[in-house]
């Protein structure tokens, strides 16, 4: 995580503009009406039949279709523009200078917008639904991002921001715009437009999950928060002195993590707690909900995104394949006791567990999550195992 | 230049690569002994690079923290 004055580095945004994660709670479900095998194999078809896990090319036949004209709303207006309310979001929208907006000039990104909306895409994107072990509430994590219109847009003024700076293309990657240059304008008004479309990619999915737990649980899923973990924000800074002063926060796989009382959420639903930060680990040890303290100022008022890996997909597809069957059983067999109620397994969408995602190539959580509680950066407030989950597949 | 063995330890979880070289600003990782013991040159390395940008003025590694995979290497 970076923070820049006067300056945008695309890479602290990366491909992905925006990529996040969304939270429902279901309060009218507990463990014990998830522990029933069959029960969440059919959650996993409903979903399915409404969510879009490829590249979202073929629709699912319930899948809300979206027209062009509403498209450009929401590249504008993000969450707004589909009536969510912005307590339940980091950012409802970010404002687009209209000026420096021009999505034909991008066609490649353009084209991909209304097809792809409503999608989960591939890589470590998926719907989940867990529960916490605490209590035994039910949650769905919901992790994905910009799609193809963000990927474009990055790829595009990577190579633009390249030519800009005299670097070549094997290092485009590399680039970075000043704020107030021409191209740095454009790109400040392309990327907000990705990230507005990330966030109503989330919350469009996550009405396609709530259809899901209606007809299989008769369960109404509320949103709880929503976040993006690659993003760059310009926010308020607060220093040391206490002063304060406006940035660029770059957060590449981090987390924002502003503490109660920071300027920024002055009128928000989160002024005196801080706002919720969503952290998935892996598809076997699940995720944890966190809520900033004030060492959140020593790290830039950010939080790790998620476990970290610890092996390279195509290292993890040689290098576990002969363990394939013991970790396709770990995930058929696994218990756990969650708010009382021991729950086997974790129900799929895919044949087999993808290698490249399995919990072996990821850092242990809970230790990951210490390193915050020790240095007073956040403390966990849920955690949350996984029962149900639904991989993103490109 | 070489910069893991710059890292110092100021608290318990918290390790510090200090300004050297092209860095525009200090490097913060929050990192347990058992993570920072995972670390390598590469990482430390890619973070001093992302910190050697123009207009950087703070730069934060999270506990999750690794090389990225990216051809670049310009980003963690």
């Known amino acids: 995580m970076a923070v820049t004055e006067d300056v945008i580095i695309q890479a602290g945004s990366g491909y992905d503009i925006s990529c996040g994660v969304v939270y429902l709670k279901v309060p009218e479900l507990h463990a014990q009406d998830v522990a029933d095998w069959d029960k969440r194999r059919a959650w996993i078809d409903e979903v399915e039949l409404r969510v879009a896990t490829g590249l979202g090319s073929q629709r699912p036949k319930r899948m809300p279709s979206v027209t062009e004209s509403k498209i450009e709303e929401i590249l504008r207006y993000g969450a707004k523009a589909i009536g969510v309310l912005a307590d339940v979001c980091e950012r409802q929208y970010i404002e687009v200078d209209e000026q420096s907006l021009d999505c034909e000039r991008i066609a490649r990104a353009r084209d991909k917008a209304c097809p792809q909306l409503g999608s989960v895409g591939g890589g470590n994107h998926f719907v989940e639904m867990q529960v916490d072990e605490q209590d035994g509430s039910v949650w769905v994590m919901n992790h994905c991002g910009s799609r193809g219109y963000g ?34 304008r454009e790109y400040w008004a392309h990327h907000n437009s990705a990230a507005n479309y990330a966030v109503a990619n989330r919350h469009i999915i996550v009405s396609g999950v709530q259809e899901a737990l209606e007809n299989v649980f008769q369960a109404t899923g509320r949103v709880f928060y929503e976040i993006s973990h690659n993003l760059v924000q310009e926010e308020t800074l607060v220093l040391p002195d206490g002063t304060t002063k406006r940035g660029f926060v770059h957060r590449k796989g981090a987390t924002r993590a502003f503490p109660a009382g920071h300027p920024d959420l002055v009128g928000t639903q989160w002024e005196t707690t801080g706002h919720p930060c969503l952290v998935p680990g892996s598809m076997r040890d699940g995720a944890a909900i966190l809520y900033p303290l004030e060492g959140a100022y020593e790290s830039g008022c950010s939080v790790n995104h998620g476990s970290g890996r610890v092996m390279a997909r195509g290292k993890a597809k040689r290098e576990l394949a002969e363990k394939h069957d013991d970790i396709d059983n770990e995930m058929r067999h696994i218990r756990r006791n969650l708010g009382g ?38 403390k966990v407030a849920h955690r949350m195992y996984p029962v149900a989950n639904i991989k993103g597949t490109d | 230049m070489a910069f893991l063995h710059e890292v110092q330890k100021v608290s318990q979880a918290h390790y510090v690569l200090p300004k050297i070289g ?43 923290c690794h090389v990225t995979e990216s051809r670049s290497a310009a980003w963690l």
């Open chain 2, 22 to 64: 092209g860095m525009r600003t200090e490097v913060h990782a929050f990192l347990s002994d058992a993570l920072f013991a995972q670390t390598d040159e590469a990482l430390w390395r890619q973070a001093a690079q992302a910190a050697s940008y123009p207009g950087m003025i703070g730069m934060y590694m999270q506990p999750d």
């Open chain 1, 341 to 378: 109620v021991e729950i086997e397994g974790i129900v799929g969408n895919t044949k087999r567990t993808p290698l490249d995602e399995c919990g072996h190539v990821y850092k242990d959580l809970d230790e990951v999550l210490n390193v915050l509680e020790t240095e007073g950066i956040a």
């Open chain 1, 151 to 184: 990927w474009q847009t990055a790829n595009h003024f990577f190579y633009e921001g390249a030519e800009l700076r005299g670097l070549p293309k094997n290092r485009r990657e590399e680039s970075w715009l000043r704020a107030d240059e021409p191209l740095g």
